[in-house]
C-alpha cells in the first residue's frame, strides 16, 4: 500500500511540476568541490567524529567520510558541512 502511495504521490509531483525533494520528502545534496557539502531534509545527526559523519535521513541514512569534517550550519532540516571530503555513501 505504501508504494502504491508514494508512486501515486510521484506521478501527481511530476504532473503538476513540483520539485520531487518537497513532496516526497526525498534528501537533497549538494557537493561543491572537495570542500563543502550542503544537505536538505536530513532527520538529525546520528554521529558526528572529525573523519566521519553520520546523517539520519527519511529511509536510511547517509554517511560522509573525509578529513576534519566541520558543521558550519546546522537547522532543523538543512544542514552544511566543510572539510576535505573523500566519500558519501547512502545506506538504506
Known amino acids: 500500500m505504501e508504494k502504491r502511495r508514494e508512486t501515486l504521490t510521484r506521478?501527481?509531483?511530476?504532473?503538476?511540476?513540483?520539485?520531487?525533494?518537497?513532496?516526497?520528502?526525498?534528501?537533497?545534496?549538494?557537493?561543491?568541490?572537495?570542500?563543502?557539502?550542503?544537505?536538505?531534509?536530513?532527520?538529525?545527526?546520528?554521529?558526528?567524529?572529525?573523519n566521519r559523519l553520520r546523517i539520519n535521513l527519511s529511509r536510511g541514512f547517509i554517511e560522509i567520510e573525509g578529513t576534519d569534517l566541520e558543521i558550519k550550519a546546522l537547522m532543523a532540516d538543512e544542514i552544511s558541512i566543510s572539510g576535505l571530503v573523500h566519500s558519501v555513501k547512502y545506506h538504506d
Open 11 to 50: 506521478v501527481m509531483a511530476e504532473f503538476l511540476e513540483i520539485p520531487k525533494d518537497l513532496v516526497l520528502d526525498l534528501p537533497k545534496v549538494t557537493i561543491i568541490g572537495r570542500n563543502e557539502i550542503y544537505l536538505e531534509n536530513h532527520r538529525g545527526i546520528i554521529e558526528y567524529l572529525p
